[in-house]
């Protein structure tokens, strides 16, 4: 059955569409593992709650259900730049992908009960499948591919809000020793230290040259969330704290402690390459323990 222009596919009984925020169009996948919602604004992957956990991604209250407005919180795909656009002021914050609407080319489950879904943007130079799997594991693929004859330089990044008790009461492990640019901090890149990261302030980190997996220690949640990743050589860290929250718009004044970002992506000197006819693919997945 086609459902949609933007689900030319066949959705499986796990997998419903209907209507979500302001309207927009959003699925709904309910399997044995898990529950989860994506919206095709974006491809934006707004919840994911695997069986017997409180929800491990963070929403605003606050977010804009607005087709011309990147949604505040789950997974922004940010592309093909990362941040404000180099040399363009009025071009979007964290690149097009998380304004573009995309179309849903696979839904399907495999034997272990894990449903996949696969999302496709096509632009001019670049053409970009998005992979989602639900399970018990929530695992995140952005492949990028250069269909031109001109090599083709992006920035990405996979923005994931993940819910926590209180950030002040949370660790990050995995980044000891690892050098970062401090975007709060001025332009000297730091080092993390052997100390994990802890948030007594605004925090808004690049850390470079990783392909680490980290594990948010969440003692007031009693949980741990781990990210491990492939393809990818940065890893940002943010949460904006009381100026930041209250400055903008689609974000309340007091929701900064309940949440972090810990961004799987390739950015600043990690923009990636891509020769004609190459693909490049990063993941990230996220485990609860
Ligand atoms: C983070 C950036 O990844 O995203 C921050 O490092 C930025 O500098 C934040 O403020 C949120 O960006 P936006 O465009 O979604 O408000």
């Known amino acids: ?21 302001g309207g927009l169009p959003r699925l709904t996948i309910v399997n044995r593992h898990a529950r989860a919602e994506v919206y095709l604004h974006g491809a934006h992957v707004t919840a994911w709650r695997p069986e017997g956990q409180a929800p491990v991604l963070w929403m605003s209250a606050e977010t804009q259900w607005d087709a011309a407005k990147p949604i505040r919180g789950g997974v922004p795909i940010c592309f093909p730049w990362f941040g ?33 879904l696969a999302f496709e943007l096509t632009q001019p130079g670049c053409a970009a499948i998005y992979r989602v799997a639900v399970g018990s594991t929530l695992t995140l693929a952005l492949e990028v591919r250069n269909p031109g004859r001109d090599a083709f330089t992006f920035e990405e990044a996979l923005h994931t809000y ?30 993390q230290g052997a100390e994990p990261i802890r948030f007594t302030a605004e925090t808004d980190r690049v850390y470079l ?81």
């Open 1 to 21: 059955m086609t459902t949609s222009p933007l689900v030319p596919v066949t959705l499986p009984p796990t997998v419903s569409l209907e209507p979500g925020g």
């Open 84 to 116: 404000p656009h180099p040399t363009d002021k009025s071009a979007p914050s964290h690149g097009f992908a998380r304004l573009a609407d995309w179309t849903l080319i696979e839904a399907r489950d495999d034997e272990a009960g894990v449903t996949h």
């Open 162 to 191: 993940f819910a926590v008790h209180d950030v002040r009461g949370i660790t990050i492990q995995g980044l000891a020793g690892t050098d970062y640019l401090d975007k709060v901090g001025g332009t000297t890149p730091r080092n």
């Open 209 to 289: 040259n990783t392909q680490a997996t980290c594990t948010i220690e969440d003692p007031g949640l009693s949980r741990r969330i781990v990210v491990r990743k492939t393809g990818s050589n940065a890893t940002v860290v943010w949460n904006p704290w009381i100026a930041k929250a209250k400055a903008m718009p689609d974000y309340g004044d007091d929701e900064w402690p309940e949440m972090v970002c810990v961004e799987t992506g390739n950015v600043d000197a990690h923009a990636v390459r891509l020769p004609p006819g190459a693909t490049h693919t990063m993941t990230a997945s996220i485990a609860v323990s």
